[in-house]
């Protein structure tokens, strides 16, 4: 875009967690394909974030731009109050047979935050005939769910700066994150404090709500399964509801179609968003099963009360179906698990440096911790002047791969990251 309109994004348009009169650098995209984005200068830079953790199999894809261009001609949006369309029903057929266990019902919503609200209000309204005072949350440490209102609310208040609302948020409850790691043997002890919050306040609990395995913004952390296992069962015992965020998680991420299946389990309601459409647009869901579903139609307000304009949109339900025959064609879990096996053998390495606390890899996700938070911008640019795409915060400089990465797109990933912690950039 011309010099003029460059300024007026720089002096008018909001950047996601920014400032307007400090604001951070950008760069302009004007196209891309495969795993690469393209810069207005012509450079052309191996993404290491699937924009978000969205585009997973890449961008420009074919099945997908067919797929919208086909909708397109048909109807690309038509309100869902009493109209029905084959994309919505399809894509929720496919999400029900894809989902674990008994999830048979699904409201589709248009972000991932929105899909949490809804899963919350699935909870509340669930109990709230039944035990009126079972009207809070339990949620985890380093936990993230989204950025409003009810989605803060359930996310870590000390991690994440939602602590600015804290006089406007519904008051939940909140236990450590999981101290066991994924790959640690299993420690009962860390299972305690859920026990504990559980059987003290249990009456006033809805739902425990978490990102199974993985937390994602929150810290990319990896927790053990069992800990999802004993969540599962203490839920069922005292009368609390499960609620899964797999936004992050969903579609192959962590090297399971769903993060919950590490464990097995299935939860009462599981959120859905992200990579749904490819990245394509947004979309999300909230699932549940027969029994919450049934807990709100049949209790006394008879309805869910939630329908957003864009619920199902026919384009981003279009190309969720694409999205998802793509990656289901496909081998996705060899893919991932080959990922992973690559990160592994180029990411591991770092750990050797003095500025790295700890290095670790799950599916697609690889995670370098460094030891002092970083500087965003000036980590920024040397990875942009390195030909790569990462967009660290915090003291965590991660990437999570489209699937369609390739082994040399890895390694000079890692060659990237390795650069900034050799020059101390960080
Ligand atoms: N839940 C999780 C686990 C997430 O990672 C995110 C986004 N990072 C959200 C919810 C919110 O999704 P959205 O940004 O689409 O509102």
């Given at each position: ?10 002096e008018?348009?909001?950047h ?15 196209s ?8 207005d ?6 993404d ?27 109807v690309s ?45 699935m ?7 039944k035990?009126k ?6 949620a ?34 909140f236990?450590?994150r999981p ?10 002890d ?8 559980l059987s003290?306040h249990?009456e ?6 978490l ?6 913004a ?9 800990f999802?296992?004993r ?14 965020d ?11 179609l ?6 097995g ?9 992200k ?12 699932l ?6 049934k ?9 869910l ?9 026919p ?18 879990r060899e893919?991932?698990?080959?990922l ?21 890899v ?7 911790q ?32 489209p699937?369609v990465?390739?082994d ?19």
């Open positions: 875009m011309n010099s003029e309109l460059t300024q007026f994004d720089l008018h348009v909001w996601p967690y920014t400032s307007l009169t400090k604001p951070l650098p950008t760069y302009e995209v004007v891309a394909h495969d795993n690469y984005l393209v810069l200068d012509g450079r052309e830079l191996i290491g974030m699937s924009s978000w953790w969205a585009c997973i199999h890449g961008y420009n894809v074919k099945e997908l731009n067919d797929a919208v261009t086909e909708q397109i001609g048909k949006h038509v309100m869902f109050g009493g109209i029905r369309h084959e994309s919505a029903a399809r894509l929720a057929k496919k999400l029900v047979e894809l989902a674990p266990g008994d999830l048979d019902y699904v409201f589709f919503a248009d972000s991932g935050s929105v899909a949490v609200e809804v899963a919350l209000k909870a509340l309204q669930y109990f709230s005939d035990v005072t079972k009207t809070k949350f339990l985890l440490g380093g936990g993230y769910h989204g950025d409003t209102f009810g989605a803060m609310s359930v996310t870590d208040p000390e991690g994440s700066m939602h602590s600015i609302y804290r006089d406007f948020l519904s008051k939940n409850y236990i450590s101290s066991c790691r994924f790959d640690e043997p299993w420690n009962p860390s299972a305690d404090e859920l026990f504990n919050v003290e249990h006033e609990i809805a739902a425990v709500v990102e199974p395995v993985v937390q994602g929150g810290g990319m952390y990896f927790y053990h399964p069992e999802l296992r969540v599962r069962a203490y839920c069922s015992y005292f009368n609390v509801l499960l609620i899964a797999e936004i992050a998680t969903g579609f192959g991420r962590t090297g399971k769903f993060a919950c299946s590490w464990a389990i299935t939860p009462d309601i599981m959120t859905v968003g990579a749904i459409t490819g990245g394509y647009m947004t979309l999300s869901a909230a549940c099963n027969e029994k919450v579903m807990g709100i139609c049949e209790g006394s307000a008879g309805v009360m939630h329908g957003p304009t864009f619920m199902a949109n384009l981003a339900t279009r190309v969720a179906c694409a999205s998802l025959d793509l990656l289901l064609s496909g081998n996705w893919t991932v698990n080959h992973e096996i690559r990160l592994k053998e180029y990411f591991l390495p770092l750990a050797a440096y003095e500025n790295v606390e700890e290095v670790r799950l599916g697609s996700i690889g995670v370098v460094t030891r002092k938070p970083v500087n965003m911008a000036v980590l920024q640019k040397a990875f942009v002047e390195q030909g790569v795409w990462i967009r660290p915060f915090g003291r965590l400089i991660y990437v999570m791969l699937y990465t390739k040399e797109h890895i390694r000079k990933l890692a060659e990237a990251v390795e650069y900034v912690l050799k020059n101390n950039l960080v």
